[in-house]
């Protein structure tokens, strides 16, 4: 396998950017109805691997992996030979190069699993390629990103579905009609969640790139940066350059999942946060182990509560996804409170169900749930052949992960309140406003749509 070089990949890079802002440039426009989508892996990591095989479990064919990593392609392809409908290892494509997935006019649709600061970048590439998305959570870096991945979609007319499964979740949109009913009384105050443990985060020795990897494309729109394997290696989320930490990582699946729940409200019109790197004080990580943010909207509060330290916090097990049983919710590290002026409810992503209750902790209506994976993966399927925008349409989700943006921002800024004009989408603080977006490296800038 041939690694793309430096000066390659930003002469590819550039091209694209400049060359692809016509609509429908390269992939098969529309898909006949009994024609099977042809999809693209974009980083074979642990979590692409996963959602690649589901892709092809709902009726698309993956046909090309692309990853700086020749070992993790290699790995992924015999993971698909295994798993996936239909699939031999020997038949699919490997390449190092990007370019090369959206050169391609044979690829209908792309999985973007690569590191969090480039979802956003791939993203829009590949849209102006003429093709349609996946893309894990959270979609975007900062803010700005967001703004132009919305934009894409809108000017190109392509779909972006974003990989926050529990939009395709029965049980969820059984909560919903719940909250609707009326029954639980108008809602004021709703808890995000995302209470996890953790440790400390130590660097160690930076070692060395592996012979032929290319750093400085892993890289991308990030500054630049000496190799360390740590960093690689997942360590990333520690680093404001690549990512917003848990918070803007687990929590999105938390906060989206509120925000459907309260009928997609819009934008907070504020924000504070308070908190800190306090429980692993004087190690390597940038971000917050502990952080409270609130954000206030014309009739409700929402407060969302996070943290990477407390031992006895766990996400729903997967015995209670998979069975009629309830997480113990208080020590649950992933649920949502919404509190009605009748009756309160608690639900739990990814398959924790849901239960109305009224005091002295009396159950008045609830619901088993199940993993929604399968759900979204198949809605994304046969959203590419119907042309119907997906579960969770990017211009839905734009809210949601610009408010775990917001939070990281208000912290950044001095653990402050900020006031946020939803119609501009800016601060009214300059330090503020310059952590919307970021200049990018020569050649990964975000292109300008329209």
């Not at 996936?84 to 044979?106: F, G, I, M, N």
């Not at 509120?258 to 004080?281: E, F, K, N």
């Not at 407390?310 to 729903?316: F, V």
């Amino acid at each position: 396998m041939k690694p793309v070089s430096r000066r390659s990949f930003l002469r590819q890079s550039s091209r694209l950017s400049a060359g692809f802002a016509l609509a429908g440039v390269g992939g098969r426009v529309v898909l006949g109805a009994n024609e099977m989508p042809h999809v693209a892996l974009i980083g074979c990591g642990g979590r692409g691997t996963y959602v690649s095989r589901g892709i092809a479990a709902a009726g698309a064919r993956v046909t090309t992996l692309c990853d700086l990593d020749a070992g993790r392609v290699e790995g992924v392809a015999k993971f698909l030979e295994r798993f996936a409908p239909d699939t031999r290892a020997s038949s699919l494509k490997r390449t190092a190069e990007l370019r090369s997935v959206l050169d391609d006019p044979s690829i209908d649709a792309v999985i973007v699993a690569m590191p969090d600061h480039w979802h956003a970048l791939a993203s829009v590439w590949a849209v102006q390629a003429g093709k349609d998305v996946y893309v894990e959570k959270p979609h975007s870096h900062n803010i700005a990103e967001s703004q132009v991945m919305r934009a894409a979609a809108n000017h190109h007319g392509r779909l972006i579905q974003v990989g926050t499964q529990n939009r395709s979740g029965a049980y969820n949109q059984h909560a919903l009609d719940y909250i609707r009913s009326g029954k639980l009384g108008a809602i004021h105050l709703v808890k995000v969640f995302n209470l996890k443990s953790g440790g400390p985060f130590h660097l160690g020795e930076a070692g060395e790139a592996p012979e032929g990897f290319d750093w400085s494309a892993w890289l991308g729109p990030a500054p630049a940066r000496p190799y360390h394997q740590r960093v690689f290696n997942g360590g990333w989320h520690h680093f404001w350059d690549f990512s917003g930490g848990d918070l803007s990582d687990d929590a999105a699946h938390q906060m989206d999942l509120a925000l459907l729940l309260m009928g997609d409200p819009g934008m907070p019109r504020t924000v504070a946060s308070a908190g800190g790197r306090l429980a692993h004080r004087g190690d390597d990580s940038e971000v917050p182990d502990l952080l409270v943010s609130t954000f206030e909207f014309d009739d409700f509060v929402l407060t969302l509560e996070h943290s990477n330290y407390p031992a006895y916090m766990t996400k729903t097990s997967t015995s209670i996804r998979q069975g009629d049983e309830f997480p113990f919710w208080l020590h649950n590290a992933t649920r949502i409170e919404l509190y009605g002026a009748d009756q309160m409810m608690v639900v739990g992503r990814h398959g924790g169900g849901w239960q109305a209750t009224v005091y002295p902790w009396e159950i008045v209506a609830q619901e088993f749930g199940r993993p929604c994976d399968d759900e979204h993966y198949a809605n994304f399927v046969a959203c590419l052949k119907s042309r119907e925008r997906p579960n969770a349409d990017v211009r839905t989700l734009h809210p949601s992960v610009c408010m775990l943006h917001m939070a990281n921002i208000a912290h950044r800024v001095g653990n402050r309140k900020l006031r946020f004009d939803a119609a501009t989408e800016r601060f009214n603080d300059p330090a503020a406003d310059g952590l919307l977006g970021r200049d990018a490296r020569a050649g990964y800038a975000m292109p300008r749509i329209g």
